[in-house]
Structures are given as structure tokens and as C-alpha cells.
């Protein structure tokens, strides 16, 4: 399952999150600055308050488990109340791959009752240089990283 | 004696056989003659098994037993109380001289049936055929009126209640109804009577009020302060005390009564919304040290006391300009890496002050109240302030002003916002608020100090202002919500009277107008970061805010972060890249000695919007799930952390001796030497010697042992274990040694122990080298730093590194967090052992291996108790036999002075490290089920000579992993190794 198999040129309207809620992957570039002098602390990434259908996938939690997360909320509850008749589910960094593979997942596993259409986007994520000796004063800099958001939504059978 | 208290139940049963068998007694003068004759041994397992018996019963055989009834009595039970003429003859049975002419005259009649009662009461000691004929008449008046006495008795006995419950409290439970004590008419007919007397009884018993004031006068305002300041003359309260009183359970501590916990059950609730919502608390017991003076004079000063290795110092550029909180370690000056003082926090006053040119600047330091007094002396001892300036520094002002001064701090990566309020609490301030500082100072004591030399004052700051913290993503946008930025005074109105006259002078001056608009804005953005861990760590902001009490919501309600405020992109992305701006950190109010504490309707303001308290343990919950120490647990170099440590293994102590021996584990046998406490300094003392040994013998056995240090950690690691078992299984056997002849080995270790700690006593030393300690975390198996390692400048593990990193650091302890691998959630003195060769061997091949099991240990001071008791018995014995009540009086001798205790390890410790079949590293502080991570996790100390040892023995896949296992259990668990920088 790569990204190829995604439609990713086919999106529909979509409001552009840029957040995640996965820490960004490690070893990010450590230019020319003196590791003595500073210390690196990667801050959290600006986030939107987020609707009930929202899922972040990240990469700490179980893979299935954010799977079954997703299908309850397409499900419902017993009766099928309260289903969501579209989540979208946002991936940054490192959680691209598995945010996609959640996505297919999903789509596989649903007979042809569910599309989706992915976006993607950039978030501007917050580095910061936290000095090691009194005289430095801390720096910040901004880093970019790619994000992904699927929007995973049921089809009416005609 | 043992028998005097028994439980209600079976008195009234007691009740009922006491008047029945009064029949057997005719019997008993004759039986007791008999039995006298019984040998002594047989007379002792009589007794033995009357124990149990009804009181009356085990009276007829003989004189011990008979003993045995008269303290049993002794116990004032209800139906004792009752003397009626008729069970006279059942009452005198005790005093055999004395006994009822009615009882004497049936003696006869009643041997009939002695037979049956005998059965019944399960006596069989009866002797055989002394009153085996059968009476020859039955006089039938004096038959029926003995009859007719013990039915009576009977009935008496019955009707008779003999618990301590209320009459409404035995009914069955379909018969209850709602409001029964408060209303006798609830209750069946039959029992009304009875519970009209109950419930005038409890009236009388019901305490006095104080008579000379009503109600009215009591409730009145200033006899409410008067009695609220009786009440926290020991322990003060916060402002938020009452608020909290009524909601959280209280404890006294540290000359404070704080909250500890709410009373609803919400560990879970806290949990939640520390992660998604938003948790108060209130530190205002936090002290506060004022430093004033020059700046360089104050830098100077204080440089001796930190150390540029752990971390920024006071003198860190953004520190100083005021922008940020900065915190760090304390330490006696000139003395790091030893005698910790404690951590701290502090604030730099902002540089740019409108309209304020002087050179001298303010530092304020926040301390934990247990730290205060030590800190406090050193800071003077090096600041050279000895003269008190008494109240000259604070002049008090009258005036109370309700609004306040607040500067706010977001802590990004502990998701903390804090906020501080000035008030005030001069003692002019009549019946308001008469405490001024805090349980650890005395009143009369001057709170202030100047130098003549350096001319800085410093001033004890304590309870003069308040501090909340909120902890989650939403406390920017509750924060946001509850305040409201002061409205800026026109001039039309007269500023003179009213209290705000501060405010209202600081509004003539344009430019701190000005600066007041930049502060609301930048404010106001505030609640568009939806998460206080995208701002920088310990931003201070300062802003006058307008009375909150005016904008309280009418209902409570949740606070959502507005997704219209979120969209000021521009101006966020710039306040998070840059900070809060410096001037913006000033507030109105820092040269202003004027507030009022309207600290409770802020809480409740807060609660409004939908924050939740919480108290001390949620505070110790948070910084579990931060991984950083807490004061005072975790700081076991500090004087008031080993203070704490004494009194939390006290406390368990206690409340480990309250349970009975069978019901609480043994933990000699479970090889646990100190369960409640960490003996950080023979550990590390062990582990000192252990490696000394050991280079001794590696010297001896191998010329070349120096040369095999630079191939790497690959030779010591495949030399060491053989070596660490070998000397682990000499200890052992030493150890075994000791256990056989357990009386002479407190001796033989007596004088070297008592020298040895007295020569090093708290030579050990927490190591908070932030370069050493980022190495070991690397070493550790951190992956992340260790893939940065070689071009970092990491070294390579290897004995030469770990020889020089002990050399500095002889005796030291490593702060880590553990978190388990699979089952199991630690508890606080778990003990952290290093697996054996085995252990990882089976954990490879099999996954899911527990881990290795501690084999039971033998108890030597199990047979030394009963001895003991054994001993104790036979004296008992002889002074039964000699005087009887005199052994009653001396009450239990097992309290002497070496009271030893079943399940314990008496006497000073063998050897730590080596006492279990796995080698003992550290101890846990902390543990328990983290919900953050899903798993055991634990933080805790380790020896860093241990530490060293441990990691370059094990192979590089499986480096780190170490065992746990709690005092209470045989079983170890894996778990691995993180060292926190």
C-alpha cells in the first residue's frame, strides 16, 4: 500500500489542518550549531481545536487500535446512531505512512461504501535552542514538515 | 488479658448461657474440689480450651479457669451492670465464699439436670460420679420459685439490648425507613419506648455550644475571623482554604493545612483533565524570597551556591532580562556537587521599568516550604545580611484594592500556566488577616535582612503572594475567559477616594497605557494557542487584570477554545517564535504594595469555566508523569528530603505493625532488607566497595587487567559477570554465615558500621552533571541520542570513561525512570536489581518471559521471637503463680527495649547489594500505573557505579534492562533503563 494507490490529486472540499498530534520524526537537520552550547527541544506543533471526527494518527499508539477507532466512528453504535458519515484523518511526518494505511484500511474493508480523498499540506513546526551556557540567549527556528489529510467518507449505492 | 475484649455479638449470647446455667452450680462446689487435684499440665489445657468458652461455663473447672472469668469480666459488659435479686445466685459464683442461700438449698434438686447442661456448654471436665444419685424428693415451692427466678433472668436478658447500636440500627433492613433516628414515629410501635430514651440520651450527649454567643454572633464577620484565626494559629491556612475545605480532604503539613486530595473520587478524572482539560492548583504555600540590590552584587553573591554543570544559572541572559522563569538547583556555597539545598524557581524583575532608573533590581525565588529554612540561612550566610531592617522595608497601606496584579507563565513542555496575585497581609489590617508569613517563622521574627557590605536586602516574601498553576490545553483559553484586562481610567473620574488610586495614577502616564494595551493584546492571543506547549517554557507575562468577580458566569459552564480566535495566524507564529516581548513582562504592581485577596471567588471563577482542583497527590501524580523529582520525596541529598524519608518510613512502620503478624508479609523471608526506606548510602557504599574488591583481584589475577580497557566494552563485559557472580556468591555465603550466628553478627558489624557512617555521612551525592548525565542516558540505549553520539563527542563505553566518571563521582546516584516491559506496576521501594547472565538469555529466547523468581529466605529472627515470647510466658507463669494480679498490672513485657519485630530485618543490614540472588542496583521513589504511557513505570535512584557496571556487562541489543521487584513479592519483572537529563 503506497501513496501511488491513493488518489491523491482527487480532493474534495477540505479545510486544511496544519497540526498533528504525532511528535515530528526525529533527528531533524542540526546545522552548523554547536551541540555544547545548545540543546534542541522540539515544541508541540500549533493545533486547531479539533472536531468529533477528527483522528491524528500517530505513531506511539497500536496500529489496530487506531484502526478500530476509526471504523467505530464510521459505525456507530449499535443501531448505527451517531455515525459519522465522514472523518478525516490527519497524519504529520512520519505518521504519512501509517495515516494512509489507516485510510486504505478502512476502504478495503468497507465493500466499496466508503472513498476517500486525501490533501496534503505543510505545517510549520517550532524548533527550539535552549542554551546550554548562561551567556547564549535561546533561539528558535522554524522547520517545515509535510502533513497529509484523508478524508474518508461513505458513498450512496445508486 | 487477651479475653477482655470480645465482640458484642457474643455477649448477648454470653447473656443468655449466664442465666442458664446457673442450674450446673450446685455441682460445681463438689466439682471444684476435685479439680483442684488435676495436674498442673492438665489444669493448662483446660484452660486452653475454655478459652473460647461462655464465661460462666468455664467457671466450674476449677481455679485457673476460674481466674480466667474474673478478668474476662472485667470488661464492663452490659449485662454485668444489671443486678437484680433474682440471678443473684448466677452473679456470686465467682466468689465461691459467698454464696446464695437459695442456690445452696437447690443444690440437690438441680444435680438432675445438670446432665443436659452439661452437654450444652460443651464442659467435660466434670468429674465422674460425685453427683451422680438422683435427689430422693423435690421440695416443689422452692423448685418453682427457682424456676420461676431464672425465667425471669431469661426474660430479662432478652429484652435486655446489649450492643452498642441504636435501636433503629438492629431492625431488619426492610424494616428501616428513611429518617428513623430524627423521628421516633417511624419506627414499630413496640420499639418506640426504647428509642425515645436513645434519642434523649443523645441529645444530652451532644457537645455544648460556647454559651455566651449565639448563633447569630457567631456567624457575624468578625467574630468568624477572630475563631478563624484561633484555628490556624499551628498550621495556616491558605486563602483558598475554605473553598478547599469543604471539598478535598485536609492534612497538616509543612505548617500548612493543605488539600491532599479531593473527597470524590477522581484520580482518573484528575488524570483526564491534566491531558485534555484543564487542572488547578493552588501553591500558594509555595515561599517567596525577595532579593534587592545591585544586580552584579546579587550575581556575585549567589554564584557560590549554583553551578553552571546543572543547568542555567541566575545570571542565563534571558533570565536576567526578566522575560523568563528560569529554575535550578541549590546547592551550599562552594560545595557542589554535595549538600543540596533543594531546586528553586526564580524571577528576574524586568530591566525596563517605566519610570524607574535605579540600578537596583528585585530576584525573586520560589521555594518549597520545607527548603525554606535552610535556603533562607545560606542565602544570608552569603549575602552577608545579619541585620534584620524590621518593617522598615514595608511600609503597610490601608488601603485594599480589589483587583490585582497577575503575571502568568506557561511552562510549554509541563503544560503549565501559572498566574500570581499580589495581597496583602500587613498586620495592620485589623481583623481581616493577621498572619503574616507562614508556619516555619515565627511572627516575632524579623522577615527581613540587609548587608552592610554588598547593601542587599532580602526579604521573606512568604504568604504574601498567591500561586495558582493550571496544567492542560485549556487553561489558556479558562485563563483567558476568567480575566479580563483592567479598563483603562479616564480622567473624569476622582481617583483619589477609591481604592484603584494605584491604577488610576498608573493610567495618567501614556506610556504605561500604552504598555497596558500591548500586554491585553498580547493576552488575548493567548487564547488563540490552544495549548500552552506551543509558547516557550516559563514565559512571564505581566497584566492588570479587572475584578473577575464582575464577569462570573451565571451557570457553570465549559470553556471551548474558540476556533475564530485561532485564525490570527500572523501574530500567534510571531508571539510563539519570539516570546512574550520584555517590557511586557513588567507589571503595574511589582513596586505596589496594595491588594486584596479575592483569591476564592477566583477559584470558583475558574471551577466556573470548567477547570478541575486537585491537591497534593495530583501534584505528585503530575510530576510522575513529567519524570522530574519531586520536593521533598525525591531529593535524598537534601536535608528536608531525608527528613521526609525518616518520617514516611516511620508512618509505614506503623502502619505496618498495626496489622497482625499472619496478615502482613513477611519480608525477611522475602529477602527485602529495608522495605520502608532506601538506604542510599550503604548502597552506594557497597557498590563502592564491591568494585574496589574487585579491581584488587582482577589486579592480582591478571598483570595486564589495566591493558584491557581500550578493546572496548566487549572484554569486561564477557570478564565481569563470572567475577560479579563469583563475589555475589562469596557474599552470599557470608551472608549465610551471619544468619546461622545472627547473635554475634550485630556485634561484629556494630562499631565498623557506626564509624563508617559517621565518617560519611551523606558522602553520597545525586548526580546532576547534565554532560554526564546526557553520556549515560546515551549509554543507556537511547537510541536518539546515541545515534548522535560519535559526532557529538560521546564517547564509547569503556572502563577507562567509566573509571574517570567514578573517580570524580565516588558515591553517586542516578536519577532514572524505569518503565516495565510487560506486567507489573512498581510501588514506591521496589527494589532495581541487574539481571543475571540467564535471566536476558531466557528473555531472548522467549518473549514473553516473566522473569526469574527469588528463591524464599529463611527467617533467623523468626525462632529468636519465640523465644523470646517463649521466655516471656514462663515469667508470666511464675508470677501468676505467685501473685495474681501483679502479672496483670505489668501489662505486656514484649515492648522492651529491643522489640523485635516479626517480618523485619532487626539490627543493622548485611550487605545490600548482595543479600538477594540478583545484584541490587537501586530503588524506586515513584512508581505505579502510568496512564500516560499504558505501562509500569517508575522513577527512582540508582548507583552510578552500579549503573556503569551493569551497562558495560550487558550486550548492546539487551543494554539497559534491569529487574523490579516490589518489597511485598518474590517475583522479579523486566524493565528498562532511562536516564532523565
Known sequence: MNEQELGLGRCGSFRVHNMAENREPRGAVETELDPVEYTLRKRLPHRLPRRPNDIYVNMKTDFKAQLTR????????????????????????????????????LQAGSFGSLQVAANTSTVELVDELEPETDTREPLTRIRNNSAIHIRVFRVTPK | MRHAARSPRTSRLDGLSQNLVILTWGTLASSHRVSAEMS????????????????????????????????RNGGGKPFQAQKEPHSGTSRQRQTRTAHHALAESDANEQSSSRVTFKKKGGWKAGPEGTSQEIPKYITASTFAQARAAEISAMLKAVTQKSSNSLVFQTLPRHMRRRAMSHNVKRLPRRLREIAQKEAEKAVHQKKEHSKNKCHKARRCHINR??????????????????????????????????????????????????????????????????????????????????SGDTGLTFAAVHYLSGKCQGSLLLYRANKYPRETLGPVTFIWKSERTPGDTSESRQLWIWLHPTLKQDILEEIKAVCQCVEPTGSAVCIPDPLLTPSQEKSQTELPEEKIGRKRKRKDDRENAKPVKKIVGDGTRDPLQPYSWISPATGIIISDLTMEMNRFRLIG??????????????????????????????????????????????????????????????????????????????????????????????????????????????????????????????????????IYRGARVGGLKEAVMHSQYKRSPNVPGDFPDCPAGILFAEEQAKNLLEKYKRRPPAKRPNYVKLGTLAPFCCPWEQLTRDWESRVQAREESSAASSPGGGEMGPTGDVVPGALMPGRTRQLSGEAGTSLN?????????????????????????????????????????????????????????????????????????????????????????????????????????????????????????????????????????????????????????????????HALTLGLWSGPLPAVTSHCSRVLLGFVTRGDFSMAVGCGEALGFVSLTGLLDMLSSQPGGQRGLVLLRPPASLQYRFARVTVEV
Not at chain 1, 471504523?71 to 455515525?83: E, P, V, W, Y
Request: with cysteine; glycine share 6%.
Open chain 2, 225 to 306: 475571623m477572630l475563631e478563624f484565626n484561633r484555628r490556624q494559629r499551628k498550621n495556616i491556612w491558605l486563602e483558598t482554604h475554605i473553598w478547599h475545605a469543604k471539598r478535598f480532604h485536609m492534612v497538616k503539613m509543612w505548617g500548612y493545612c493543605l488539600g491532599e486530595r479531593p473527597t470524590v473520587k477522581s484520580h482518573r478524572a484528575c488524570y483526564r483533565a491534566m491531558t485534555s482539560r484543564c487542572l488547578l492548583q493552588d501553591l500558594s504555600y509555595y515561599c517567596c524570597l525577595e532579593l534587592k540590590g545591585k544586580e552584579e552584587e546579587i550575581l556575585r553573591a549567589l554564584s557560590p551556591m549554583c
Open chain 1, 70 to 105: 476509526c471504523q467505530k466512528l464510521l459505525d456507530g453504535g449499535a443501531r448505527g446512531q451517531n455515525a459519522c458519515t465522514e472523518i478525516y484523518i490527519h497524519g504529520l511526518g512520519l505518521a504519512i505512512n501509517r495515516a494512509i494505511n489507516i485510510a486504505l484500511q
Open chain 2, 473 to 606: 490545553p485549556l487553561s489558556h483559553s479558562i485563563l483567558t475567559e476568567a480575566l479580563k484586562a483592567a479598563s483603562v481610567h479616564t480622567e473624569g473620574e476622582d481617583a483619589e477616594k477609591t481604592p484603584h488610586r494605584w491604577w488610576a495614577e498608573a493610567c495618567k502616564n501614556p506610556d504605561s497605557v500604552s504598555l497596558h494595551h500591548r500586554q491585553e493584546a498580547v493576552f488575548e492571543l493567548l487564547g488563540g494557542v490552544t495549548s500552552p506547549a506551543e509558547v516557550a517554557a516559563g514565559t512571564v507575562l505581566g497584566l492588570t487584570v479587572g475584578d473577575p468577580r464582575i464577569n462570573l458566569p451565571q451557570k457553570r459552564s465549559k470553556t471551548l477554545p474558540n476556533p475564530e480566535k485561532c485564525q490570527d495566524n500572523e501574530k500567534v507564529t510571531q508571539l510563539l517564535l519570539e516570546g512574550v516581548p520584555v517590557e511586557c513582562s513588567h507589571s503595574f504592581l511589582w513596586n505596589q504594595d496594595i491588594c486584596k485577596s479575592v483569591t476564592e471567588n477566583k477559584i470558583s471563577d475558574q
Open chain 2, 737 to 897: 554465615d551471619a544468619e546461622v550466628m545472627d547473635t554475634d553478627c550485630p556485634a561484629r558489624a556494630g562499631p565498623e558500621w557506626a564509624t563508617s557512617r559517621g565518617a560519611t555521612s551523606s558522602l553520597f551525592c545525586v548526580l546532576r552533571s547534565r554532560k554526564l548525565l546526557r553520556q549515560l542516558s546515551a549509554w543507556c540505549g537511547d537510541r536518539r541520542v546515541a545515534r548522535l553520539g560519535p559526532g557529538r563527542g560521546q564517547q564509547e563505553l569503556s572502563r577507562e570513561v567509566c573509571l574517570s566518571v567514578l573517580d570524580c563521582f565516588p558515591r553517586a546516584l542516578v536519577w532514572v525512570r524505569l518503565s516495565l516491559l510487560r506486567k507489573g506496576s512498581p510501588e514506591p521501594h521496589t527494589m532495581i536489581c541487574i539481571p543475571a547472565k540467564e535471566d536476558l538469555l531466557q528473555l531472548s529466547c522467549d518473549r514473553l518471559y516473566r522473569g526469574p523468581q527469588e528463591s524464599k529466605h529463611c527467617d533467623p529472627f523468626k525462632s529468636k521471637i519465640r523465644k523470646q515470647k517463649e521466655k516471656e510466658k514462663t515469667e508470666k507463669r511464675q508470677n501468676r503463680g505467685s501473685a495474681t494480679s501483679e502479672s496483670l498490672a505489668d501489662g505486656d513485657p514484649a515492648a522492651g527495649p
Open chain 2, 40 to 71: 498442673n499440665a492438665k489444669e493448662r489445657k483446660h484452660a486452653k480450651k475454655m478459652r473460647n468458652q461462655p464465661t460462666n461455663v468455664t467457671l466450674s473447672s476449677g481455679f485457673v479457669a476460674d481466674r480466667g472469668v474474673k478478668h
